[in-house]
């Protein structure tokens, strides 16, 4: 089974402060992903990473920057948290060997709060 | 430009009863489509997808069925049970795209006792 796993799963932060959200995945996986979920705006993504070192940006990657190491770990970083930025957090990620049916495994996700 | 769209952001359906979740995506690139289940406080899980190549996919009690000229896809759960209580979410991904997936806003699910 795949395993995508978030360092935390609920997380308060104030506005002004660095945040780092880490993931790892276990299968050797070559794509990660980060998304965030908000009410009424579904599945929004941030930042993708095709291989280590790299990293595209999403949809939303304003505000965010990521690493990525080592393969198995995709960190996304708030350089400055907003209250804007109170959201779902959620890591994925994918085989990337090219097959048509490659498909994302999600971590649980982590609940940032900033105040 | 939301090119993948679930318009109705809810649905109740009695226990035993069918449930046919819509979702309609507006890029003819796409080829690839996915349906992912999401309970609160939890992270997506793969529910089932399809290929542009077929207009039918089934997995035991989820069906998708895939209308390519309607560029419209439906999830129908058959029967439906309280677990199937959750957030469903359409995904497409296009050729190329190297796994980058388009998600719909998501529909809540509430299958009544």
């Known amino acids: 089974d795949v395993k995508v796993t978030q360092s935390s799963r609920y997380l308060v932060k104030r506005t002004g402060e660095k945040v780092f959200l880490e993931c790892v995945q276990d299968?050797?996986?070559?794509?990660m992903f980060w998304y965030r979920q908000d009410p009424g705006l579904g599945l929004r993504l941030i930042y993708f990473?095709?291989?280590?070192?790299?990293?595209e940006k999403g949809d939303i990657p304003e505000g965010y920057s990521v690493s990525r190491e080592k393969k198995e770990r995709f960190s996304l970083i708030l350089e400055s948290a907003s209250t804007n930025q109170t959201s779902m957090y959620l890591c994925a990620s994918s085989s990337g060997q090219g097959l048509i049916t490659d498909t994302q495994y999600f971590g649980p996700g982590t609940r940032l709060t900033v105040l | 430009d939301q090119q993948v769209k679930q318009n109705s952001p809810s649905l109740s359906v009695q226990e035993g009863r069918i449930s046919i979740l819509n979702c309609d995506y507006t890029?003819?690139?796409?080829?690839?489509f996915l349906w992912y289940k999401k309970y609160p406080a939890e992270g997506p899980t793969f529910l089932i997808s399809?290929?542009?190549?077929?207009d039918k996919n089934e997995d035991g009690r989820f069906t998708v069925f895939l209308n390519k000229s309607a560029k419209h896809l439906s999830l129908h759960i058959v029967p439906s049970q309280p677990g199937d209580s959750a957030v469903y979410f359409c995904a497409a991904r296009g050729t190329g795209a190297n796994s980058k997936l388009t998600f719909g806003k998501g529909i809540t699910l509430s299958v009544r006792p």
């Open positions: 890029n003819s690139m796409f080829d690839y």
């Open positions: 990473s095709y291989d280590v070192k790299m990293k």
């Open positions: 399809i290929s542009s190549i077929k």
């Open positions: 299968m050797d996986h070559e794509n």
